[in-house]
């Protein structure tokens, strides 16, 4: 190779590390949202919700949400407005008069001619999250889902908007973020003689929290669940698991439907999770 086809070759080479690097994919903690519009209200920033909101203003600093607050000098810190909407009618008003999606009745904005509008302004938290979580309210759509979209659980039970990391529990506390499965669920709490292990793992690594087709939000609706972790052999034309013969069991249901391991959460009586 010439001296001339070298460069060449590593100039094409440089222009492919590059264009490579252009399109490749990569993380950003930015987060950017579409802000609500609301007729006569404008946006006035978080700081100015802190001088009546100190606590909770507080704890937000540390929030998940709390990257929603758009950095430098042109970047409007947004983000108590993101979801309760521009809050420059509530600040002028003292209070008197709720964010315009306070997510609570009160008393709605003023029209042009100073009357009352009949009906309030505010809407349901669910409504709110979806415009971010566009995924999530797919789910929620799915044939077995938490009862969310029927009113009788909201999205901040689970995950808690102004404090921490978006999930009741979680970060350092691990556990509880299974307790709070099991302030709904109290009878797959235990204890149980026979423990199934995946349980240490959390709830999510069977169910689908928000939804799924399967039933009881399962992740997989047949033994492909529990093959997630529990080792298959072939031996001899025997499908063994845990070294006992299914080759004539799996074809009866599913691992927990056949008969044989319907206490899937523990078991007291016996250690192949039977009743």
């Given at each position: 190779?010439?001296?001339?086809?070298?460069?060449?070759?590593?100039?094409?080479?440089?222009l492919?590390a590059?264009?490579s690097?252009?399109?490749?994919?990569?993380?950003t903690?930015?987060?950017v949202?579409?802000?609500p519009?609301?007729?006569g209200?404008?946006?006035?920033g978080?700081?100015e919700?802190?001088q009546?909101?100190?606590?909770?203003?507080?704890?937000?600093?540390?929030?998940?949400?709390a990257?929603?607050?758009?950095?430098?000098?042109?970047?409007?810190?947004a983000?108590c407005?993101?979801?309760?909407?521009?809050?420059?009618?509530?600040s002028?008003?003292?209070?008197e008069?709720?964010?315009?999606?306070?997510?609570?009745?009160?008393?709605?904005l003023?029209?042009?001619q100073?009357a009352?509008?009949?009906?309030?302004?505010?809407?349901?938290?669910?409504?709110?999250?979806?415009?971010?979580?566009?995924d999530?309210?797919?789910?929620?759509?799915?044939?077995?889902?938490h009862?969310?979209p029927?009113?009788r659980?909201?999205?901040?039970q689970?995950?808690?908007?102004?404090?921490?990391i978006?999930?009741?529990?979680?970060?350092?506390?691990?556990?509880?973020?299974?307790?709070?499965?099991?302030q709904c669920?109290?009878?797959q709490?235990?204890?149980?003689?026979?423990?199934?292990?995946?349980?240490?793992?959390?709830?999510?690594?069977c169910?689908?929290?928000?939804?799924s087709?399967?039933?009881?939000?399962?992740t997989?609706?047949?033994?492909?669940?529990?093959?997630?972790?529990?080792f298959?052999?072939f031996?001899?034309?025997?499908?063994?698991?845990?070294?006992?013969?299914?080759t004539l069991?799996?074809?009866?249901?599913?691992?927990?439907?056949?008969?044989?391991?319907e206490?899937?959460?523990?078991?007291?009586?016996?250690?192949?999770?039977?009743f």
């Amino acid at each position: 190779m010439t001296l001339h086809q070298t460069i060449r070759f590593s100039w094409l080479l440089g222009l492919a590390a590059v264009l490579s690097a252009a399109i490749s994919c990569r993380t950003t903690h930015r987060a950017v949202v579409v802000l609500p519009e609301v007729p006569g209200a404008k946006y006035i920033g978080a700081k100015e919700c802190e001088q009546c909101h100190e606590e909770i203003s507080r704890s937000f600093k540390t929030a998940d949400h709390a990257r929603l607050i758009a950095e430098g000098k042109n970047g409007l810190g947004a983000g108590c407005e993101s979801c309760h909407g521009p809050g420059s009618i509530h600040s002028d008003s003292g209070g008197e008069t709720k964010p315009p999606y306070s997510f609570t009745s009160g008393r709605p904005l003023p029209n042009g001619q100073g009357a009352r509008l009949a009906l309030t302004t505010s809407r349901s938290v669910e409504t709110v999250c979806y415009e971010c979580h566009l995924d999530i309210r797919g789910q929620f759509n799915l044939p077995n889902h938490h009862p969310v979209p029927e009113g009788r659980m909201s999205c901040v039970q689970c995950h808690p908007p102004h404090r921490g990391i978006a999930h009741a529990g979680g970060s350092t506390a691990l556990l509880s973020r299974e307790e709070n499965c099991l302030q709904c669920h109290p009878s797959q709490q235990g204890p149980y003689v026979f423990e199934h292990e995946a349980l240490r793992e959390g709830c999510t690594s069977c169910h689908s929290p928000h939804g799924s087709i399967n039933a009881k939000m399962l992740t997989a609706r047949d033994a492909n669940l529990c093959f997630k972790c529990h080792f298959q052999q072939f031996k001899s034309g025997s499908l063994l698991i845990g070294g006992v013969d299914h080759t004539l069991r799996l074809p009866q249901g599913t691992c927990w439907t056949a008969g044989c391991h319907e206490a899937v959460h523990g078991s007291r009586v016996n250690p192949s999770l039977r009743f």
